[in-house]
């Protein structure tokens, strides 16, 4: 399993992205392969992503997150619990760059036993995960 990320999704869409490439090819190698991985995201990520990419690219790219990207993730639905959890790790943190939309991602990932990551974050590294493709720092 490879957890994905708004920043690996967003690079995707955006071909003016600095990790448009590696996003690219990278996803292309992941949906390709024969037994491509089973792809993971949170209900979070879409938010995060979809208000990402209506601000910054447009309605017709978030049409075609949701009907070219969105439908190939197995999305989790954070619960009351798990929130509450990623709140109170972002709280006690206390980093203005880390969002809770990363404390619940993390949260996540080690809850379902997922130690890969397709993003270009490098809050992910810093807790421990591997990056697909590797993240520069």
Do not use: K
Request: hydrophobic share 45%; with cysteine.
């Amino acid at each position: 399993m490879i957890f994905v990320d708004t920043s690996a999704l967003f690079a995707v869409l955006d071909r003016d992205d600095w990790a448009h490439e590696p996003a690219r090819d990278a996803w292309t190698r992941m949906l390709s392969s024969d037994e491509g991985p089973l792809l993971v995201t949170s209900n979070y990520v879409l938010v995060e992503t979809f208000a990402l990419t209506q601000a910054r690219l447009g309605m017709e790219a978030a049409r075609l997150f949701h009907d070219s990207v969105l439908p190939v993730l197995r999305v989790h639905w954070i619960t009351r619990e798990e929130h509450e959890s990623a709140t109170q790790a972002l709280l006690i943190t206390g980093r203005r760059r880390l969002s809770l939309v990363d404390c619940s991602s993390f949260h996540l990932m080690r809850r379902l036993g997922i130690d890969r990551v397709f993003a270009f974050d490098r809050h992910f590294a810093e807790q421990g995960f591997e990056a697909v493709p590797t993240c520069p720092t």
